[in-house]
């Protein structure tokens, strides 16, 4: 029988790294997921299974010690909520550029500046959109469970090495602080024998590895940004992750994620106890955009809420995947304040049903 | 006492001319060449070739390592 | 004795090092860089270390150190590549890892990964390149330009009342108890070369003994950026730079040395 455990979203997260063969997490504190690095100082993995574990002076510092080591084809992890993600966003860009696998955790707090410590989900055009600067795409995991955050650390690294490139897990601060009940697996092994073809592991029976985004000759970055927004199709074509709730009967649909999604299931099931047919639409992966699922969904719905702890982010990504088809509005609570199912439905019923 | 003989060879082309080497040569054995090369610099070269006793101070000044250094002990 | 009878394979005393590719460096006539890039290279080579050697090079004038140097190497963001050769070491303890950065990497937009990676004894050493300028950028003021320099952004002089004063960041991490060893030197003699040589040959065995951080300053010119000419913009050096950037050993065997 599986291992039970009941977890903190951002110790399930750590354990994960942990069980996933993770060689390396460097950080930097920061509320709400302080608890990532403390369970895993705590932990001791270097004892465990040699993973590294080291406490940097600044976020800037860590997103940096992640590209030596990602340069050196380690299995690396950092995580932060916002206001540091936003400092990581250069080094974000350069592994992008560079090519380099990781994993990224943003468990985020309310913005913008400084904000709050409470759970946000406003970070989404961030991470989605660009984030750093230049043509590249994060591919985006967002847990709805603590076992996800378990799970998607291994998820995250099978990702970011199968298209060698950064791989954000992007939860909120709710899904970090809650506690859960979560199936442990088994010990992965470290990465002891890997393609080292590519990584800067010392020239040895080979020429010389360099790991870098810099291409001064226009012509070749330009074949090199071709080559980026190809592995990105390919990573559209493949990766797109989704999980569907009561949509085949549904007459309005809910498309949210993480916490977001918990608390619009809560409201379907009021809704539908009202005799109001709701389905759930929650994406998984935030980039790639489940756009071809949603699109064909709302060809047979009379309305779409979209409901995010933001000003309406994801809700554009709707409106393009339904091509204006039928109505798509946006409920959302904003600054650290968590929606409840009621005021979910409520909106629902106001602004598509007509109240 | 032993008396030695030293030879440079500049790879000329990727010389920049930057002159770092003549004043470390204390043989004062170079010049900065009146022709230049394709990138348009005067290259040094061996003006005074009797003098060099093959020290190699003047390559391990060469910003751009352009200088080999030859050099055989003669028998007095 | 006839030159060509000189110049034969059994008389080489001096060619450079297998460890430099054959690309032209891409630095200005005369600049110090290419010295330094050759002896960091030629004492890899000559302790047998390539296979183990991995370096960071930073943003400025040496963005493209790793297209001379014939190892392994990453390219890091501007300043971090103390974090980014942390991240290196950390998970391969056993390997050579240097950063090779100059004063702007190192000096402003680098301090704190400089003094953190410093203080916290990474196993690394780390090559400094100070001419008191931002070469690639067309010559601006730096953390290290002297008092009353000329830059493109202190045209009249640096004015220490309106632009602050000159770093001298080495004295600072020589305070740190996780350096081992701090030392200051130049490329632009042959003596200063073997000076200098030694002093990295020094840092790669405090390294390979995990001793803690090796820090090398090497002041060198900037003779297109000070607008000199190279030979005179090394006597300027010698004349300005070195009265405030003093050379010689700073800490050794982690001890501050005593003048």
Request: net charge negative.
């Given at each position: 029988m599986k291992e039970l455990r009941l977890?903190?979203?951002?110790?399930?997260?750590?354990?994960?790294?942990?069980?996933?063969?993770?060689?390396?997490?460097?950080?930097?504190?920061?509320?709400p997921q302080s608890e990532v690095m403390e369970y895993l100082m705590m932990e001791k993995p270097h004892e465990r299974t040699g993973m590294v574990i080291l406490q940097a002076e600044s976020e800037v510092a860590s997103i940096n010690m992640l590209y030596g080591a990602a340069g050196t084809g380690k299995r690396v992890m950092t995580s932060s909520s916002s206001p540091g993600i936003s400092l990581m966003q250069e080094g974000i860009s350069y592994m992008a550029g560079a090519e380099l696998p990781c994993v990224l955790v943003n468990v985020v707090r309310g913005g913008p500046g400084l904000g709050t410590i409470q759970p946000s989900q406003s970070d989404y055009f961030q991470t989605t959109k660009g984030g750093g600067h230049?043509?590249?795409?994060?591919?985006?995991?967002?847990?709805?469970?603590?076992?996800e955050m378990y799970d998607f650390a291994a998820l995250g690294f099978e990702l970011a090495f199968k298209y060698r490139?950064?791989?954000?897990?992007?939860?909120?601060?709710?899904?970090?602080?809650?506690?859960?009940?979560?199936?442990?697996?088994?010990?992965?092994?470290?990465?002891?024998?890997?393609?080292?073809?590519?990584?800067?592991?010392?020239?040895?029976?080979?020429?010389?590895?360099?790991?870098?985004?810099?291409?001064?000759?226009?012509?070749?970055?330009?074949?090199?940004?071709?080559?980026?927004?190809?592995?990105?199709?390919?990573?559209?074509?493949?990766?797109?992750?989704?999980?569907?709730?009561?949509?085949?009967?549904?007459?309005y649909l809910f498309v949210a994620y993480g916490s977001s999604a918990r608390i619009?299931?809560?409201?379907?099931?009021?809704?539908?106890?009202?005799?109001?047919?709701?389905?759930?639409?929650?994406?998984?992966?935030?980039?790639?955009?489940?756009t071809e699922q949603i699109d064909a969904i709302s060809k047979r719905v009379k309305g779409i809420l979209t409901v995010e702890q933001s000003a309406g982010q994801m809700i554009e990504d709707v409106k393009l995947a339904s091509q204006c088809r039928v109505q798509v509005e946006h409920f959302g609570r904003m600054g650290g304040m968590v929606p409840s199912p009621e005021e979910v439905l409520e909106a629902l019923e106001q602004k598509l049903i007509g109240g | 006492m032993a008396k030695f003989r030293g030879a440079i060879v500049v790879d000329t082309e990727h010389c920049k001319g930057?002159?770092?080497?003549?004043?470390?040569?204390?043989?004062?054995?170079?010049?900065?060449?009146?022709?230049?090369?394709?990138?348009?610099?005067?290259?040094?070269?061996?003006?005074?070739?009797e003098a060099c006793t093959g020290c190699a101070n003047c390559s391990i000044v060469c910003p751009d390592g352009v200088i080999t250094v030859y050099k055989v002990k003669l028998e007095v | 004795m006839d030159i060509k009878e000189i110049i034969k394979p059994e008389n080489l005393v001096y060619k450079k090092t297998g460890l430099m590719t054959d690309n032209p460096l891409s630095y200005c006539p005369g600049c110090g860089h290419g010295t330094a890039h050759r002896?960091?290279?030629?004492?890899?080579?000559?302790?047998?270390?390539?296979?183990?050697?991995?370096?960071?090079?930073?943003?400025?004038?040496?963005?493209?150190?790793?297209?001379?140097?014939?190892?392994?190497?990453?390219g890091a963001a501007h300043g971090r590549a103390p974090a980014v050769a942390t991240g290196i070491k950390r998970c391969w303890p056993d390997k050579y890892v240097f950063t090779y950065q100059g004063d702007g990497d190192l000096a402003a937009i680098g301090t704190a990964e400089t003094i953190h990676a410093c203080n916290r004894g990474e196993n690394i050493t780390i090559i400094f390149i100070n001419n008191g300028i931002y070469g690639m950028t067309g010559g601006q003021m730096a953390p290290t330009t002297l008092p009353g320099m000329r830059t493109t952004t202190s045209p009249y002089g640096r004015e220490v009342e309106m632009m602050g004063n000159p770093l001298k960041i080495t004295e600072l991490i020589a305070q740190l108890p996780g350096v081992h060893y701090v030392t200051r030197?130049?490329?632009?003699?042959?003596?200063?070369?073997?000076k200098t040589k030694k002093a990295i040959f020094k840092a790669f065995e405090v390294q390979k003994e995990k001793k803690g951080l090796s820090f090398i300053e090497i002041v060198s010119n900037c003779n297109s950026g000070w607008k000199m000419e190279p030979v005179a913009s090394n006597i300027w050096m010698e004349d300005n730079m070195f009265p405030f950037y003093e050379l010689g050993d700073i800490k050794i065997d982690g001890q501050l040395v005593t003048k």
């Open positions: 977890m903190k979203g951002n110790e399930a997260i750590a354990e994960g790294a942990i069980r996933a063969g993770a060689d390396a997490y460097f950080g930097y504190p920061i509320t230049g043509d590249y795409r994060l591919l985006t995991l967002a847990p709805a469970y603590v076992q490139t950064p791989v954000m897990i992007q939860a909120d601060g709710l899904i970090g602080q809650m506690m859960e009940k979560v199936e442990i697996g088994d010990q992965a092994a470290r990465f002891t024998e890997f393609d080292q073809s590519w990584a800067t592991t010392g020239k040895k029976g080979r020429e010389r590895n360099i790991i870098t985004s810099l291409d001064l000759d226009p012509a070749r970055q330009e074949q090199h940004n071709i080559h980026l927004q190809a592995k990105y199709a390919d990573i559209v074509k493949a990766e797109v992750r989704f999980e569907e709730i009561q949509t085949e009967d549904a007459e619009s299931q809560k409201a379907m099931q009021l809704a539908r106890a009202k005799g109001i047919k709701v389905g759930l639409f929650r994406p998984i992966t935030l980039w790639p955009f489940p | 930057c002159g770092v080497c003549v004043p470390a040569c204390p043989s004062q054995v170079i010049g900065l060449a009146e022709e230049v090369n394709s990138k348009g610099y005067h290259y040094s070269f061996m003006a005074n070739p | 002896l960091l290279m030629e004492v890899v080579d000559e302790l047998g270390i390539v296979e183990d050697t991995i370096g960071v090079a930073p943003v400025g004038c040496s963005v493209l150190a790793y297209d001379f140097m014939n190892v392994d190497m990453q030197h130049a490329v632009h003699t042959p003596r200063a070369v073997r």
